[in-house]
Every structure is written in C-alpha cells, then in structure tokens.
C-alpha cells in the first residue's frame, strides 16, 4: 500500500520527491529468557532511521516503561513512540535515539505477576538491572554511559522509572515522570482481603519503595547523588495521583534537588501520555549528552 | 478491567472520588442500505456522554471524512475521536456533539471505487446528501441546521469537506480541511495507462471538483455564500500536499473571504491529523450555534 | 507612523488590504472620586473594536487586577491586553469584553495603603463593590449580569479575584487565578517590627481573607454557591506561591467544587503572567453568557 | 524595590528560597564609531547570568535584527527578550548565549537612512561585517565560530537576516526568518514620486537584494552553501507579507534546501514576534555546537 501512495504521490500530484531514504525507523518485539524469573519475558524496541545505514554508530538509549493491567507493546501501539519520534527527529525536537520498552508482567495484577520491584516470586528489579539492561545494550549498539541513558513511564511505570532512578543514579542522566504511582498511601495495602494475592503483593512493593519517602528520608550523599539526574515530573488536574505527584515534587523542593513539575489539562488517559512524549523526548534530548 | 482499575483506585489510593457517572460517550459503527450505490455502506457514530441520559436533548453534528486507502473506522482507531473529545468536552475547550463518520469506498482506490464526488459508477455525492445526511441526522437527535452542522477531514477527506461545503454553504456553519486534496495538476490525470481504472477515475473527479478553481471562478453571488462559511485549513511544511493549500488559501485572500490558515510542523501523517483535531474540535464548537 | 506603514503597505508591497476598518479597541485610563477612601482613584480601560461603531451595544465584562508595587496600567503596558485581545478576538478565540484594570493602591506597600480588601484605613473592598463596579458598569455599557461577569488577577490580585469571587457568587460566573497569594501562613504577620505598617496590615488583611481557609470551612450552601462559579488557577513551578495554590486546590477537589488546574513551566514573572492570557481570555470567553 | 518583594517572600511567606545567585542576565545598550558610515551607531546586547560569574567563558552569539520604523533597543522593550531568555535558560529549553541588537537606522525611514544592505548613502552591510560584527565579538566573549553564531530577525530585519545568511553561509549555522521582508514586487519602487527620497531608496534595495530570487537563480554550489545552514521561516496568516514568504519557501524546495515553515495565526503584530522567540530562541539552541 506504501507503494501505491507513492505512486499516487509521484505521478499524480507532480511533486519532485524529496531525496527518498530506503531507511525508516522501526519497531520490534523479541524475547530474551530471564533466568532470574525462570521465564520468558517479551520487550519492543523502536529503533532509528539510520539504524540499518550506519552499522557501527552508537546511540542513546530511553526506557520506556508501562503501566499496570498493560504490557511491553502498548507504548508502540497506543502511545504511537514511532509515530511521535518520526515527527520530533524530523523537526530536530528530539534526538535520534533506541527506545526500549520492557514487559513487567504482561497484563492484569490479579492473574500475572506485575510490577517493576522485587518481591516474593518476582525479582523483576533484579532481572532488569542484570540481565535486561545489559542483554538489550549490548544487542542494540546503545552507548551504555549515564550522559546517554535516561528512563520515563507511565503510572506504575512512572513510579518505576522514579524509583529506578533514585537507587541507580550512576545509570541515568534523566527520569520523566508521568502520572506516577509515585507513593500508595499506607492504609492501601491493608484493604486486600487475601494479602498474598498477586495484586496485594503489587500495592505493598509500591508501598515499600515509595518514590516520596526516598527522598524525604535522604541524607546529603544520597541527595547529591539525586541532584546529578534530571527530573521531569508531569501529571494531569484531573489525575487519581495527582496528590501522590505533589507530594514527591514537594519533598524535592524541600530537599533542594531540582526538578521540573507540570500540571497540564486532563486526567489518567491515554492522550495524556501521548501528548507527553512532546514533552518528554525533547527534554530528554536536550539533557542526553551533556 | 475497567472495574478491576476502578477497585484499585478506591480502595488502595484512598481516594473519595468525585461524583461517578454511569453515562459515557461511546462509539458505535452500523451500515445502511443506499438505492443510490446499490449496496450497504458502513459508518462510525461518536456520541457524547449525555446521549443515553437525556433521551430529548437534540446535538450539534459534525462529519468528519476519512483520506484515500482509509474507512470509516479510521478516525476513531487511529485519530482517537472519542479520547480526544472527552478530554476536549471535560475541560470546557469542545462542546458535547455527534461526530459521523462515513465510508466513502472501503480501501484500496484500485480495488474499489472510492472518493466523495459523483463519477462513472460511484454516485457518492449524492448518496451523502440525498441518502447519508437525512438517514443520520434522524436516527441520532441531530439538531440539522446549518449553525450546528460542520464538515471536516483529512487529505482526499479534506477535499472532500471543502468541496461539500462551497457546493452547500446553506448547510454548513464551518469547514475544516487537514492536509487536503484541494486540487491535482491537470496533467496528474493523463498519468494512467487505463483511464477507466478506478484510481484514474477518482483522480478525474477531484480535477473536476478542484476546491481551488471553485473559488478563483466563483461569482459575487458565490462569494458572498462563501462568506457565510468559516474556514480553516492547515496543513504541515512536509506535506506533498501544501502546494495544493496554499493555492486555495491564496485564492480565499483574493476573493476576500475569510480564512485561516496554519502551516505547522509535519508531515502527510496521522500523528498531524490527531493534533489538528486539537485545533479543528474547539473550532468548531466556538462557531456552532453563534 | 502607522499612516506611514500602511502607505508602504498598500503602494509598496501591491497589496489589496483587506477591508479596512476605521475602528479600532483602544486603552484609556480615567480617575473617580472615591467618598469611601476618601480620594481620587485611577483605573484603565480596554474597550473593544466594535465599542465606537455600535453606540448602543452592551458587553460582558472582566476585571483584571495588578499585584503588589503595581498599578492599574501595568496590564496594559507590560501584559499587552490589548494586543493579546486583538489576537484572540481576530482568531475568534476571545469574544469581545471590555476589561477593567482597577487601581489598589499606587505601588509601594511600604508607602502607599494597598490591597484588595477592607482594612484600617483602606475599605478598598467596600469602595470596589459600592463605588467603582456601578460606576464602571454604567459608564461603559456593561450588560451587568453574573453571565457576563468574570474577574481575574495576578499574586495579591490572583488572591483577590478568587476572595471576591467566593464572597459575591452572585456577580461572577468565573474567576481565573494567576500565581495567586491565596494565603499567608499565621507565621507571617508575626514578623513585622512594625505591626501598623502599611505592609504589615495588608499582610494581615491576606490571612484574614484566606481563599484557602474560605474553602474549608464552607458550609453545604456555600460550596454550592462556589459551584455556580467556573474556577481556573494557574502557577508556575518556579514560583514561591505554588505551595498556597496547591492548598487552594486541595481544598477544591476535598470539597467537590470543579476547578481547573494548571502548574504551567515558570516563576512569579510577567512573562507568565502574558502567556496566562491565552488561556484566561478564551476560557472566560467560552464561559460568558452560557 | 526588588529587594522589597525579596524581603516579602523570605519573611512573609515562609519560604527557604532556592540557592540565591547575586548573577543576574542583563541589557546593556552602547555605541561604537563606524568609519564605514561616519557616524556613531548604537547596539544593545543581552548577556547571560554566567556572564559576570565566569570571566573566561566563551559564548554562542545570536544577531537579532528590528524592523522598519525601529531600532536596537525594540527587541528588549517590547520583545522582552531578556524575560523570555531567563524563562528558557531555567527551563533548559534554550542555552546560554550573548544576543546582539543593532540599530539600522534609527527609527522613520522618511527621515533618516535605513536598512540593512548597502546602498547610496548607507553602507550598512559593510558596517555590519567589517566593523560591527568583529568589534562585538571581540568585546563580548563570543566563540566566533559559525557553529556558534546565528541570525534573526522581523520584517525588515527578516529580510536582512536572510539576505545575510544567503550571502555569509561560512559564518552562520542558523537563520530564523519572522514576517520577513523577504522581497518587494518590482512595481513597487515605481510608486514613490521621489526616487531619491530614503524609502524609495531602501525600497530599491530590498528589491536588488531578494532572498527569493537569490534562491531561484542559485547554482549547485551555492544551493550546497546554503545547504550549510539551518533555515526557518516564521509568518502569521494575517500577515501582508505572507505571499512573499510563501515563494521563499516554494523556491527552498524547489532547490531542494531543508527549511522549518510555519503558518501560525496572526499578523504584522508584536504578539507574534513575541511569541516567534519562543520557537527560535530553542531552535538556534539545538543547532549550536552540532
């Protein structure tokens, strides 16, 4: 069909094409097996126009992480990163760069796994700071210094990206942030009537390694760590976790770390996260690098 | 799922939630039977969220037309109508309306006859006014005057509502035309080995109902019906299709009726047309009614 | 000079202007005599482009309020109204409004009685309800009703416009607060060397009409009385007031009054403040008269 | 009175202010004497807040060009090119660097010399690259590289970037055009009764000078210098001279050279140039050092 638009292009409407590149970018899902998990786990990757071009050059990299009830291919097919970085690279808004979306569970917390920490029967933080970050740099030509790494997500995935952020500071220049399950509140995780249930476990690991409480609780060195990442914290007026994102970004100002905060139009939806990657991929392009 | 997300909200992050409504906008797709095509055509119907609840309250419609190699369906899965307008209509930027969305071929222009203009074999114009419109505008509570009917679309859809709205100012209050197929060179027709291939066709009929020659040709009287219309075209630096725009918005500024016109960043690509319904909704809804 | 650029316009550039109109919105800035504080207070003026050629049309009304150490022209000056209405209206994204800039105070705290509310020795509240609303409303063919009544303002007049906006549900249909001093914490008063200075009675005057504190301590019928209000706040992630908007705003959502937010990139400046108006005016715009 | 408001914030509201810098950016406006043109001319100059602080640093430059009618110091007056500066450094959207505006002329082009290029009288572009270019640079820190250095302008000084940018492609990686000037159709020097007379003059000028037909009449080696540079054209609907950019844009693909477009709304305004610093200033941003 691609041709047949071109053809339509070419020859009805008379235009002289502009130099055609045989390269796009592209997007693929693939598996790797995870022996921390004992399974299989899928990830998608977006990779650059000139990916195929040029077979020695080395790029950036951004994790991309989900939310709960979806899986690793949800950022390419509703979040259109292809699409979005197509039109920003094309601009010169964002920077070329690979694009990693992993898979934390594929799926609804009841019946699967989930969730982007460690915790009984699932090492999933173990897993991806052994096993998947280094799987996929190495396969994927990434650079693999913090200057060229940066990490964002969606509601759990931001609270996953933040948290990943806070503990590896050594690994990323950057972390945005979006509508982020940054915290749950105390009393969340005593409302489950069966607490060994998947999604019970889930709400006490959040609990546990809350976004908020790292840095309330951080002494000098662990705020100067802090301070050498760029953070990015977005979330909409109408968002269930709104007050969750006030109050880390709160905590950073009190602590001195700065960071970006934006309240924009909307709640916890699919337009939201999309309309953010405009924000998102140029903030982290400018920052990766320097 | 969604009551599994809903569960999680309420019991774990503690929120009192604001007043849940039972009602949402939904889409739906059907099909009519049209005499004047001799066969079933589909169509895509958005309706706002006070539809089921107010079973007497009449809405505002806006149709809005898909581009060549593309179907009903396309606005809704790809441009994401319904997302959009419920952000749009819950911050008070659009207003509550019906949004159709007709089929004008199916597909593939090769395969199947196609286009919004009557041609050998394909009246569609005429099943769109004569058929389509009254069908519609009866089943879904359409208020059907022109203050509260608008056409928009994308590419041969943005020649089409351009072209719908000249040929009937007395029915529609606003237009808006992303990336339009405004016109094609006159030698674009003569490219075609078989002139009675269903492409060649469809390339006639858009040189035949050129929205640029429409208004270079149109009389005082035309002119002034013209100016009864509020216009809005736009179309990205990268589009193969600008030329053709700035012909028709040239034209506009000679004949002295008023016009916007944006030129922004992209391409000939989806990820404009969703943006341009940012601009497009809120346009509209300001115009309808006044 | 501008007959000179239009002459260059028009026999220079060959251009056919279109329609010109001998009417234009302009800026005027007037005093009245004020038997409540006992003195001349000044106040500016946009009047809109139609304002001269239709002597007998009425029109909706805002008020827009200056912060501390500014004065009445400051909006006009360096917020550009009347560039920014000129814009909007032209585009069709503000209706057209004459915008009152009222004067409270003349500059410096420290030397001139300030503020928006009633204190000793400035009923500046008492003056702006029983003086200068009437007297502006029936000078300029305001309409004059709730509908057509919005009012906004920046820091002390952000905190003013929402306190008048929640003790005179009755006159405004909207309030768009900008970097708005919403509250002062207890703490502040204390610190004064001098508590009857000018500085430190306005800081009292803030506390006593806390916006924040008006909220949750409202009763069932007061909230509904905020409800009949459409609520917009707006402030900057830089800026040292986003802790007593956050509070505002929390108190909002705890007691179910719809209310728009936005934490926008920015500081306590007036480039803030200029882009504000962008999303100020089309919002009160898209309010008045529904 | 900064100190004023600094006294309200800190003791008042009860904030521990961020890190207070005692560097600030500043405006700073001078002469130098040209030997070129006999006279002395004026400059003003945006420095960085780094500037005071780091008496070594080196600095990327932007040349920021007025139009007609103006002089040096309108681009910090109304343009607020210092607050909007200040905005994208802290926001990271735009980096450091030293803006540079020259006077052209001094204000009516009836009464005294005018424009940027060489003509009887007024050897302004000799001026610009002989004496006034290499006397800033030396003065103000600047790198001095064509990696480093960009140009800009409105209108008048639209065209004169341009026209620079064309003729100087060994010292400017970026241009950015707003409402440019890009060129007058040949029956408009006719017009003036007296050819002799300043605008008649000028006019004659921009006319020898086109940026169209520079493009048009380019042969491949100079099409490949203007390759070298990074072009963006910036021009409202309601602009007088949008035609005239329409066809430098149109002559841009034609010679198959890459160039930002936009089309945003509005006219030959103050709001829009404005506005327009908020896309240049970051463009020029991403392009210097690349």
Same mark, same amino acid.
């Given at each position: ?85 197509? *039109? ?5 808004? &964002?920077?070329?760069? !690979?694009?990693?979306?992993?898979? $934390?569970?594929?799926? /609804? %917390? +009841? ?61 990323? *220049? ?5 509508? &982020?399950?940054?915290? !749950?509140?105390?009393?969340?995780? $005593?409302?489950?009537? /069966? %607490? +060994? ?61 700065? *960071? ?15 309309? $953010? ?14």
């Amino acid at each position: 069909m691609k041709k047949l638009i071109l053809f339509f292009i070419v020859s009805v409407c008379g235009l002289s094409l502009y130099a055609q590149t045989k390269y796009q970018s592209r997007v693929m899902t693939d598996t790797l097996y995870s022996n921390v998990l004992k399974a299989k786990r899928a990830y998608t990757v977006y990779l650059p126009k000139s990916f195929e071009q040029d077979k020695n050059k080395m790029y950036p990299v951004l994790y991309l992480l989900h939310g709960m009830w979806e899986k690793n291919d949800v950022w390419m097919n509703r979040g259109h990163v292809k699409d979005v970085m197509d *039109c920003l690279t094309a601009g010169g808004e &964002a920077r070329e760069m !690979i694009i990693v979306c992993p898979d $934390a569970g594929g799926g /609804d %917390p +009841n019946i699967f796994q989930n969730g982007y920490f460690d915790m009984p029967g699932w090492a999933y933080e173990t897993f991806f700071f052994t096993e998947f970050l280094p799987y996929v740099e190495k396969r994927f030509r990434v650079m693999g210094d913090k200057r060229h790494r940066a990490i964002a997500g969606l509601s759990m995935g931001g609270g996953g990206a933040t948290c990943y952020g806070q503990r590896h500071t050594e690994l990323f *220049c950057a972390v945005y942030a979006m509508s &982020a399950l940054m915290d !749950i509140p105390e009393e969340g995780a $005593a409302r489950f009537n /069966d %607490p +060994n249930g998947k999604l019970a476990i889930l709400t006490r690991s959040v609990i546990e390694k809350s976004c908020v409480k790292y840095v309330t609780g951080a002494n000098e060195e662990q705020k100067n760590e802090l301070r050498s990442v760029a953070w990015f914290v977005d979330c909409g007026d109408d968002d269930f976790l709104l007050d969750r994102n006030i109050e880390f970004y709160h905590a950073m100002r009190q602590a001195d770390i700065p *960071c970006q905060f934006r309240v924009r139009d909307g709640g916890h939806t699919w337009e939201y996260w999309h309309s $953010a990657l405009y924000i998102c991929l140029p903030f982290i392009s400018r920052l990766m690098g320097v």
